[in-house]
């Protein structure tokens, strides 16, 4: 199993900038991919940014242009840079890992930290 824990929610105004952080512990030698979601009130959750083993990445269509998903492996860390942040993007930001076999891939999930982006 794998522990997550995010930090560096908080108010910003439109056009601003945020980093947020997750700490990765656990059995960090079975993760596929490491990623963040995002989910708004009234909302279903949205894949914003996935990093694979591989280095490779995935952005979903609100992220591109303009958040930027990596990782610090001294540190265990994981992160999302945000730039040119919008209301719309006001929401909980959740760590998420996938780990297991390809067969049987297990979704971990942080507990949440929240955005908010208004003037």
């Known amino acids: 199993q794998v522990q997550l824990v995010e930090s560096g929610g908080g108010s910003v105004q439109p056009g601003g900038s945020l980093r947020l952080s997750c700490v990765v512990s656990g059995a960090l030698f079975s993760i596929k991919t490491l990623g963040w979601y995002r989910q708004a009130p009234g909302s279903q959750r949205e894949m914003v940014a996935t990093l694979r083993n591989d280095g490779s990445t995935v952005y979903g269509d609100s992220a591109k242009g303009r958040f930027t998903i990596s990782r610090d492996d001294a540190k265990n860390a994981l992160y999302l840079q945000m730039n040119s942040l919008k209301p719309a993007d006001t929401a909980i930001y959740y760590c998420?890992?996938?780990?297991?076999?390809?067969?049987?891939?297990?979704?971990?999930w942080g507990q949440g930290t929240q955005v908010t982006v208004s003037s």
């Open positions: 998420n890992a996938y780990t297991g076999p390809d067969s049987y891939l297990v979704a971990t």
